[in-house]
């Protein structure tokens, strides 16, 4: 059955006719603090739709929707390959944000791809990409439905945002446009073909998209920084991860509004609403899909808590967070053998490691946080935490599940922050 859409040959000689639905999606409904975590996020087996990167846009807030999505861990490799096998019903991987319906037992495969090499075509075309590139091979079944993750945000520009939207199908025939419907955070396909698909908006459009702001510690002395912007692209997200294997990342929330794309910011210190002294090399970022830039932020005396700034080129200032002093002196303290596992150590595996004694002594509401862990450590070991008698040995079997596994330790911190946030708060100002 061919593809549905318009060939693409040397030109694009005509529009395609289409009708693209704005569809509502539902609203985030994480707490902000969530964002502390890095790359995984721990959510229950049934997943509204929460974006994995951890923003709070307020612009599309309003988009709710009362689709339930059931979150499922993929098996991946160490290229980032990811497989997965599924019975009837609506999932999400919880590692790419894509989606998929099934109304019978799947079985199928993808990984992210690279939009450059399909950066001439676009260009021709006259297309951008609006998130990430993904190759999809359905090993065994039928999918009725996949979503496909997007940056765009549908709040203040859905009406015209509509007629300026595709998805790339590439064949071996040539590449095509296909029909889709947007959600909040996704594109919908019906009985698709799967090939490497993402969500192209035409070029020159003034799209406001969800965004991040990556903050990583370089190992060196005094306090350096690299300072990243970029869209919620989780294929972007994990390649700044790539390149930052050798740093420590401090996890902060994103911009609480999409922003422009391609609009310029400067990265500003400041402590008490005074200038903080740093040097920042260059002084801005543009908010773009490729190449991949940071900011500089180097500080020689950093003693205390200072605040960063993201300031467009109106002086608006549209992020700012606070940079505690226990966040930046992770990697003083770290081990030489530390800093050669350094791809691996965040803030919260390290928090859930050094305070385990405190934790396991001063949790009280176990049973909530292995509720929020159980679609991950399963049935027979939720029933073993939860059949311990006192919180004490209900944490202490809790910990024997989450040895030396981050993924579990970074959805243990999130479950901590929502559950026990005081207790949070209380150790690490203690550190």
């Known amino acids: 059955m061919p593809p549905r859409g318009l060939a693409i040959t040397d030109s694009l000689k ?46 599309c807030s309003s988009l709710q929707d009362t689709t339930e999505w059931k979150m499922i861990d993929p098996e991946d490799d160490e290229n980032l390959h990811y497989r997965v096998s599924s019975a009837a019903g609506r999932y999400e991987c919880s590692a790419s944000g894509l989606r998929w319906v099934c109304d019978g037992d799947v079985s199928l495969k993808y990984h992210f791809s690279d939009w450059e090499l399909y950066r001439k075509d676009l260009r021709r075309m006259q297309f951008e990409p609006c998130g990430p590139l993904m190759d999809i091979t359905v090993i065994s079944g039928v999918l009725t439905e996949v979503h496909l993750p997007h940056v765009a945000c549908l709040g203040s520009s859905s009406d015209s945002l509509k007629d300026e939207v595709r998805v790339l199908d590439v064949q071996d025939g040539g590449m095509f446009l296909e029909k889709c419907e947007l959600t909040r955070f996704h594109a919908k396909l019906l009985h698709p073909t799967f090939s490497p698909k993402g969500l192209l908006i035409r070029s020159g459009f ?93 500080i020689r005396n950093a003693e205390d808590e200072f605040n960063m700034h993201l300031i467009s080129e109106r002086e608006e200032s549209v992020w700012d967070v606070g940079i505690r002093a226990e966040e930046y002196r992770i990697s003083s303290s770290l081990t030489s053998s530390d800093r050669k596992k350094a791809p691996f150590m965040d803030y919260a595996v390290q928090f859930v490691d050094e305070h385990r004694t405190e934790l396991i002594q001063r949790v009280r509401l176990v049973t909530p946080i292995a509720d929020d862990l159980k679609p991950f450590i399963g049935e027979e070991k939720y029933c073993i935490i939860t059949a311990c008698k006192t919180p004490q040995e209900q944490m202490r079997a809790l910990y024997e599940f989450l040895s030396g596994v981050e993924r579990l330790e970074k959805r243990f911190y999130k479950s901590l922050l929502r559950h026990e946030p005081h207790l949070v708060e209380d150790l690490t100002a203690a550190d």
Request: some cysteine; charged content about 25%; proline content about 7%.
């Open 14 to 59: 005509a529009p395609v006719d289409e009708i693209i639905m704005i569809m509502d999606d539902e609203l985030q409904t994480a707490q902000k603090q969530f964002a502390k975590l890095t790359a995984s996020s721990g959510a229950p087996s049934v997943y509204s739709s929460q974006r994995r990167s951890g923003s709070f846009c307020e612009i």
């Open 206 to 298: 003034p799209v406001k998209v969800h965004c991040e702001v990556l903050i990583y510690q370089t190992l060196t002395a005094h306090l350096t920084l690299h300072v990243y912007l970029v869209t919620s692209d989780q294929n972007i997200i994990q390649k700044v991860e790539n390149n930052e294997k050798d740093a420590v990342k401090i996890p902060k929330p994103g911009p609480e509004r999409s922003l422009p794309m391609k609009s310029r910011y400067k990265i500003k210190t400041r402590k008490e609403e005074k200038h903080f002294p740093s040097i920042i090399k260059p002084e801005g970022l543009k908010l773009r899909y490729s190449p991949i830039k940071y900011c500089e932020v180097y």
